[in-house]
């Protein structure tokens, strides 16, 4: 009985040393066997590329590139609470460092919350957790010093800075955790800016540590390439804060504006509100998130009046100083669009018909035109077909084809007059460069150049625009034409509140109602102004002298989702025109063309003009909704 009970015992205690005999000589074999040369734990890890930079035209102080976004290296720190916990943390000669002191070091140093780390260092049962990406050297140093903390693990990456913070958001996009472009520039070059990854093959001990002198195989990797804009980032500090302000004063829900070089097609600047931050782009807004310049389509109004007018011109059907009558009741004509409450001459010409803005007559222009002349000429344009910008989700718009009887005969007169067809802003401001550059357009651009990490410059040439462009009217006609504009910013027009102080502007005015639900909705409108400044048109003293060419053309909306008096294009978009094309005069020195004149007109003068306008016509009516339609009214 005894000796079967010591059998049970000793048994049991065999079997473990044997097993525990097995394990330390294989264990010893692996480490200590002279005759293995080699570990035998192989292991091959991915080397992320530095992503590309995306810079502006600009040069800073140094004759080097002005960066709009960069990835800077940096280390992303994590915390292992269960490290911390059976690690033993102690400078010599003290004593050792609680775990409450650790987290203090550790908020200290990554400007974390205090508390917040200490419920990390407490919870053991999450490892790894995400505490912050620095670039500071210092957080670096102290938090990988045992003597300091234990448990905190740093690993080299980059992170994405956004230079210009939420301004050029919807040019330059974001990325995601992924490191992948999510919109914008980001998005539309990701391939190239992204690089191509490395790799790096080698052995690790037991414990899984690298040795890095048994290192077998090393591929680098290769840099993104950097893109190199068109746009300035002054101009677009202008541009932006134009916008922000003008939306704020005048109660816009949302606003867009372009900049566009005449003679290039580049694009100088570009906004679009409401806006996002790049570094929290998952968390945005979708309506924020759309490039209103060129991934939002909407009836442009009153400013494809000149589209019609410079078609009808050139093809020789009508002059400036042709006349029509203003007569809405003519029998000749389908469905005439009316002009509100303006009461005008029996007839009216061409010129003055812009420079009013009236329906009526550009309406009937369009008729006699005809949709098949019309619909053509607005191709050439631009309208109808995507202008080319690099930039994701440009849209097409809608221009129906009166070959295929898509056009009935109420449209014949509305499309002349901007409804009944829907655009981009960037396809507006793009027709306007061709008026602007005596009938040339030229497709707009928002991308220079595209380099390799070897300066070569990889961007595909089928993208690039014709640099000469494409005639889609004469210089005869669009000289003709930007004279005829001339009266819009001025004391008889209908965006007296555009005019720039030593310029000439030739600029229209749109004052576009809303569709909503499928129909019209009374009081609600986007409101546009797009000039061309100069207008070069006008004759410099001595009058021998060449008038200074066109430089700019620059398109402002303003989206009103509710009620407002200022609601009209010339009212509201023409101020904030103004500022911008004031400040970019100034910056980019062109000489003034009327450096004698002061054609700009104090707000608080017109305001009052307008409150005494609104006052009697409610006293008119009282049912009145707040719709001058008088001045600036289209």
């Avoid at 005494?612 to 008119?620: A, G």
Wanted: proline fraction near 6%; charged fraction near 25%; include cysteine.
């Amino acid at each position: 009985m005894v000796r079967s009970e010591s059998f049970r015992f000793w048994l049991p205690v065999l079997g473990l040393c044997t097993l525990a005999g097995y394990s330390g000589q294989k264990l010893c074999r692996t480490h200590l066997d002279v005759t293995i040369s080699e570990p035998r734990y192989d292991f091959a890890r991915k080397l992320p590329p530095t992503r590309g930079a995306i810079y502006d035209s600009v040069k800073d102080g140094r004759g080097s590139p002005y960066p709009l976004v960069k990835s800077t290296p940096c280390w992303e720190f994590r915390l292992d609470p269960v490290a911390m916990t059976n690690a033993t943390v102690r400078m010599k000669g003290e004593k050792p460092r609680t775990r409450d002191a650790q987290a203090r070091t550790i908020a200290s140093m990554l400007g974390l919350d205090y508390k917040t780390v200490r419920a990390q260092c407490a919870d053991t049962s999450n490892r790894y957790q995400f505490l912050a990406v620095s670039d500071s050297q210092r957080a670096h140093d102290v938090l990988t010093n045992p003597a300091f903390v234990a448990g905190v693990i740093a690993k080299e990456t980059y992170v994405r800075r956004y230079f210009e913070g939420r301004r050029f958001a919807h040019v330059l996009g974001a990325v995601n955790a992924n490191n992948d472009g999510s919109a914008g520039i980001e998005q539309r070059f990701n391939r190239d800016l992204k690089g191509i990854e490395g790799e790096i093959r080698g052995k690790r001990d037991g414990r899984g540590k690298v040795l890095w002198n048994k290192i077998v195989e090393r591929t680098p990797p290769i840099p993104g390439a950097n893109v190199y804009l068109t746009v300035d980032h002054l101009l677009q500090y202008e541009a932006e804060t134009a916008l922000a302000d003008g939306m704020d004063k005048y109660g816009a829900a949302a606003g867009w504006c372009v900049v566009l070089d005449v003679k290039t097609g580049k694009v100088l600047a570009l906004a679009s509100r409401p806006d996002f931050d790049p570094l929290s782009f998952g968390r945005a807004d979708d309506n924020a998130k759309v490039n209103r310049v060129t991934a939002f389509t909407y009836e442009p109004g009153s400013v494809m009046k000149v589209v019609t007018a410079a078609s009808a011109i050139d093809a020789g059907f009508v002059k400036p100083d042709s006349r029509y009558s203003t007569d809405r009741k003519d029998d000749r004509y389908y469905k005439l669009p009316g002009d509100g409450s303006h009461v005008w001459e029996p007839t009216m010409t061409l010129t003055d018909a812009i420079v009013h803005s009236s329906n009526i007559v550009i309406g009937k222009l369009g008729y006699d035109f005809g949709p098949l002349r019309l619909y053509a000429a607005m191709s050439r344009f631009g309208f109808g077909r995507r202008t080319g910008i690099e930039l994701p989700g440009e849209e097409v718009g809608i221009l129906r084809d009166p070959k295929r009887r898509m056009w009935d005969k109420a449209t014949w007169s509305r499309a002349a007059i901007g409804q009944g067809v829907s655009v981009t802003a960037l396809q507006i401001a793009s027709a306007y460069q061709a008026i602007a550059n005596d009938g040339v357009r030229i497709a707009p651009r928002i991308v220079d150049r595209v380099l390799d990490a070897n300066g070569h410059d990889i961007l595909d040439p089928a993208t690039r625009p014709d640099p000469a462009g494409e005639y889609v009217i004469s210089a005869d006609t669009a000289r003709k034409v930007r004279t005829m504009m001339l009266g819009v910013a001025s004391p008889a027009g209908t965006a007296r509140r555009a005019a720039v102080s030593g310029y000439s502007v030739a600029g229209k005015t749109g004052t576009a109602q809303k569709v909503k639900n499928g129909k019209y909705a009374p009081g609600l409108y986007r409101a546009t102004f797009c000039g061309i400044v100069p207008s070069g048109v006008v004759y410099r003293r001595p009058t021998d002298a060449e008038p200074v060419p066109p430089r700019l053309v620059i398109l402002v909306t303003l989206d009103f989702e509710e009620r407002r008096l200022y609601h009209q294009g010339g009212n509201s978009s023409g101020p904030i025109f103004r500022r911008i094309a004031k400040g970019a005069m100034r910056y980019l020195e062109v000489e003034p063309d009327r450096p004698d004149e002061i054609d700009e007109f104090e707000e608080d003068e017109f305001d009052k003009v307008v409150a005494e306008r609104t006052k009697s016509l409610v006293e008119e009516d009282p049912e009145w909704d707040g719709d001058t339609n008088w001045m600036g009214g289209r």
